[in-house]
């Protein structure tokens, strides 16, 4: 058996007494009571033998172990030995068996090898045989291959060579033998019926072919009889066109034409264009319809190759030629006739402007004077011409020894007369446009107020989002979420009404600008909407900016919630342990511990004498216990209802 350790050996009996003693004493010691200067020499005589008995007892212990130790170390040794002993016999007995297991596998691999060396020299012998028959083997199947190639006219010819081959060959076979003469009679059959496939097959196509030629043939027939159809078509197309040229003739030449004339030329050019094009448009039409059929026309045995969609793209191009010489002749007829048109109407109102110089010309000598001038002018614009313009025209327009303007100079005096009507109407228009830019001037300044003020706004909003940033900054750092969950959450609700006071500049600053967005004066709209977009640009980033500070306090705020949780469970866990200290050392139980936080008995706590308690109750050595504001915020924690108290029940 092993020996027991001092720890393992069970303790002397003689501890109890003397632990009951210091319990005994122990216990007088809290309970206070007094005792005279004997009983104290007596328990200082007591705890001494204990002492003297404590410490013999332990020498005892120590000796023991020591001769326990030492009687173990010399049976190990004596095991070690006789261990050693029954090792080296077991290596010897087993030195002796492999050697004999060694001779008995040498033998073995002799035999083995002289078995494998016999085994080879037999495969050896079998290979060459099976390789002479291989190669018999090989030259019948490529006799038999060239034979399964063969066309109809060297059926024969390759038969007789297979046949010659396999009288060679076939008996060396060997064991192959009889499965050669199967594939032989297999590879015939399947050639003789391969044969009259072929020529079954032959004579199909040879059918097929008549018939596709038959096919062609009117195929070709109905192509040339379409391209007739179109040749008919394609010069009543063309003879209208030449038509259309005829017709415009009239517009090639420099001759002046009245409007009448232009008219009934541009109508007939008109009429054979139409023509002209409702014949290129069948045609076009013709050759979508047909073209599939024409150009569907094959190469014939027998016949030279097919012209029929040559001669389509001819007529193409010639139904395309009709067309553009159409187009162009009508286009250039209509600016021609604009041109001749425009040249007429001149004409035309050139000779019924001089009808109001006839007029006005009243001793009619050809020529108006001054006084006949300045008559023109009323009668005609209701304009009195200024002197200064009257002698203006007579210097520029009237010849030396003429007695006024002739007809030639006529067109010039009425601009120089409605030069003159534009200064006047300038002067007024002048006088017009001072008072509106004094006006539009009234209006812009205070248009420019209410601008000044919405961006006053604007600049207010950019502060109290610099301000909420500000707050907002300082809650990322580790110096923020080091404070306790009350102290963070002043700061989050600090931060959140920087916030709010930001989010409301704003506002108030979108009102404004969206104020601003008014009906106004044309004249001030441009600039409106300048100052407009410049204040609305800067109002962009200042949401982005309180949404992100917004974020960043919800965020502190989330942190400040779960260190509340993480403190109010550890004032609860503190507080139970001073709860129960308090208990233990004034040695009293549920009731009366009970009582230290409702002396009243109303079956109910108040926050009060909850927070008193811990301020005054017994803590254990070393410990601070819970603070006025971290018990009244466990107290909250417990009043889980908010009633104000807690029950008798739930503590």
């Known amino acids: 058996m092993a020996a027991q350790t001092p720890a393992q050996r069970p303790q002397p009996q003689v501890q109890r007494p003397a632990q009951q003693q210091q319990q005994a004493w122990g216990q007088q010691q809290a309970n206070g009571q007094q005792g005279n200067w004997q009983e104290q020499q007596r328990l200082n005589q007591q705890r001494q033998q204990l002492e003297q008995l404590k410490q013999k007892q332990q020498n005892e212990n120590q000796q023991r172990a020591q001769q326990m130790r030492q009687q173990q170390m010399v049976d190990q040794q004596a095991q070690m030995q006789a261990n050693k002993a029954r090792l080296e016999e077991a290596n010897q007995h087993r030195l002796a068996e492999q050697r004999q297991k060694m001779e008995q596998m040498k033998a073995q691999q002799q035999q083995l090898i002289q078995k494998r060396a016999e085994e080879q020299k037999k495969r050896e012998e079998e290979v060459a045989l099976k390789q002479k028959e291989q190669i018999s083997v090989l030259a019948v199947r490529r006799a038999m291959q060239t034979f399964r190639a063969s066309m109809p006219e060297k059926f024969d010819e390759n038969k007789q060579a297979m046949d010659e081959v396999i009288a060679q060959e076939l008996e060396k076979c060997g064991s192959q033998k009889e499965r050669m003469e199967a594939e032989i009679q297999q590879a015939i059959e399947q050639t003789k019926q391969r044969i009259e496939q072929m020529a079954e097959m032959k004579k199909k196509q040879e059918e097929a072919k008549a018939a596709e030629n038959e096919r062609r043939i009117g195929v070709k027939a109905k192509a040339v009889e379409l391209l007739a159809d179109?040749?008919?078509?394609?010069?009543?197309?063309?003879?209208?066109?030449?038509?259309?040229?005829?017709?415009?003739?009239?517009?090639?030449?420099?001759?002046?034409?009245?409007?009448?004339?232009?008219?009934?030329?541009?109508?007939?050019?008109e009429e054979a264009g139409k023509e002209a094009t409702e014949l290129t448009t069948a045609c076009t039409e013709f050759i979508v319809k047909e073209s599939p059929q024409i150009k569907a026309v094959l190469p014939i045995e027998g016949e030279d190759p097919p012209t029929c969609q040559a001669d389509l793209q001819k007529l193409v191009a010639r139904v395309n030629?009709?067309?553009?010489?159409?187009?162009?002749?009508?286009?250039?007829?209509?600016?021609?006739k604009t041109k001749r048109t425009k040249k007429a109407h001149a004409k035309t109102k050139y000779e019924k402007g001089l009808t109001s110089f006839k007029k006005f010309d009243s001793d009619k000598d050809g020529k108006l004077s001054r006084r006949e001038i300045q008559a023109f002018s009323k009668g005609e614009y209701g304009f009195s011409v200024p002197p200064e313009t009257l002698d203006s025209i007579v210097n520029h327009l009237v010849t030396e020894g003429a007695k006024g303007v002739e007809k030639d100079n006529f067109?010039?005096?009425?601009?120089?007369?409605?030069?003159?009507?534009?200064?006047?109407?300038?002067?007024k228009r002048k006088v017009a446009r001072e008072a509106r830019d004094k006006e539009i001037a009234d209006l812009k300044e205070k248009l420019q107020k209410k601008i000044t003020k919405a961006s006053d706004l604007v600049t207010a909003a950019i502060e109290g989002a610099t301000k909420a940033e500000k707050e907002a900054h300082p809650l990322n750092g580790a110096e923020a979420k080091a404070l306790k969950s009350t102290e963070m959450l002043t700061k989050a609700d600090e931060t959140d009404s920087a916030i709010e006071e930001a989010k409301t500049s704003l506002t108030t600053a979108k009102d404004a600008i969206t104020a601003l967005n008014t009906e106004t004066e044309p004249e001030l709209k441009g600039f409106l909407a300048s100052e407009i977009r410049k204040l609305e640009n800067q109002c962009k980033p200042i949401e982005g900016r309180n949404t992100k500070a917004a974020a960043i306090s919800a965020k502190f705020r989330a942190d400040a919630a779960k260190k509340n949780n993480s403190e109010l469970e550890k004032f609860r866990v503190d507080g139970l342990?001073?709860?129960?200290?308090?208990?233990?050392?004034?040695?009293?139980?549920?009731?009366?511990?009970?009582?230290?936080?409702?002396?009243?008995?109303?079956?109910?706590?108040?926050?009060?004498?909850?927070?008193?308690?811990?301020?005054?109750?017994?803590?254990?050595?070393?410990?601070?216990?819970?603070?006025?504001?971290?018990?009244?915020?466990?107290?909250?924690?417990?009043?889980?209802d908010d009633q104000g108290f807690i029950s008798k029940e739930h503590f």
């Open 577 to 640: 342990a001073l709860i129960f200290h308090h208990q233990g050392a004034k040695k009293l139980d549920h009731e009366g511990l009970y009582l230290e936080f409702d002396k009243k008995k109303s079956d109910k706590i108040q926050e009060s004498p909850f927070v008193k308690f811990f301020k005054t109750c017994e803590k254990p050595e070393g410990s601070e216990g819970l603070s006025e504001d971290d018990a009244s915020r466990l107290f909250n924690f417990l009043d889980e």
């Open 411 to 427: 067109h010039r005096m009425k601009i120089m007369i409605g030069i003159a009507r534009e200064v006047g109407i300038d002067a």
């Open 321 to 336: 030629e009709v067309r553009t010489t159409t187009q162009k002749t009508v286009g250039k007829c209509a600016v021609e």
């Open 230 to 269: 179109l040749e008919k078509m394609v010069a009543k197309a063309e003879t209208a066109g030449k038509g259309v040229v005829e017709e415009a003739d009239p517009f090639s030449g420099d001759k002046d034409m009245k409007i009448d004339e232009i008219d009934a030329c541009s109508s007939a050019v």
